[in-house]
């Protein structure tokens, strides 16, 4: 597509209940990001897809959160119990081959995930 | 590590008024910076970025130099407009890795 798409935009979970947020990134970009913006914190970054290669997993904060990229294309971020603290805004981001060190990302709206 | 650190918002500014934002750095070797920019309600979008020292990024009238002797990679703007009022964060990426954020700087611009 012409960016990078995330659904839902938004979603209100119950505390313990699993969530799947998904991130549809730009035709071609081979490499993917997720990274995660608390309300009055900056970027925190979660977990990075480049090609084939085995995924950067250092960012995820625990085991209840997982991702995977099916085909090299689309990516699900799944949290599994989820507590109130993982309430945040999600965002995904792509870039092409060459790399965020010199084209930068590009972002997706995100999605704001609210757990009650 | 990798760090980036930027000054604390918000910053409140007239309209015309000169914007200055300062970001610092810390990171092994030449890493490429960048300032991204989040209008209320939308997602983030690369504002600028310069790869090598001395490199000056532009864009919107948005200017930001990068200084490898102070580390730094402050954003100025001569002249401010309510349509800037957004968060903007400075980031560094190392040659073929992810991005590191700042936390962000919430700039208001009033008339």
């Known amino acids: 597509g012409a960016g990078v798409s995330q659904s839902p935009s938004n979603k209100v979970t119950e505390k313990g209940k699993d969530v799947e947020l998904r991130c549809d990134p730009i035709?071609?970009?081979?490499?993917l990001y997720w990274y995660r913006q608390s309300l009055g914190q900056g970027l925190e970054f979660l977990i990075y897809f480049q090609g084939n290669s085995a995924p950067d997993k250092s960012g995820l904060p625990s085991d209840r959160f997982s991702a995977e990229r099916t085909g090299g294309s689309v990516s699900t971020l799944t949290i599994q119990r989820t507590q109130q603290e993982d309430s945040a805004v999600y965002l995904c981001a792509s870039s092409s081959g060459q790399g965020p060190s010199y084209y930068g990302y590009t972002f997706g709206s995100g999605t704001r995930l609210t757990v009650v | 590590g990798n760090s980036v650190t930027q000054m604390e918002g918000p910053v409140t500014l007239s309209e015309e008024a000169f914007l200055t934002i300062n970001c610092t750095y810390t990171a092994t070797g030449y890493p490429s910076l960048f300032w991204y920019v989040q209008y209320p309600g939308e997602g983030l979008q690369l504002l600028l970025k310069?790869?090598?020292?001395?490199d000056k990024g532009s864009n919107k009238g948005f200017e930001a130099t990068y200084r490898k002797e102070t580390t730094s990679f402050h954003l100025e703007k001569g002249s401010v407009q309510v349509s800037d009022s957004a968060v903007y964060f400075c980031a560094l990426s190392p040659a073929g890795n992810k991005l590191t954020f700042g936390t962000g700087t919430q700039l208001k611009v009033e008339l």
């Open positions: 035709s071609g970009h081979t490499a």
């Open positions: 310069a790869t090598k020292a001395d």
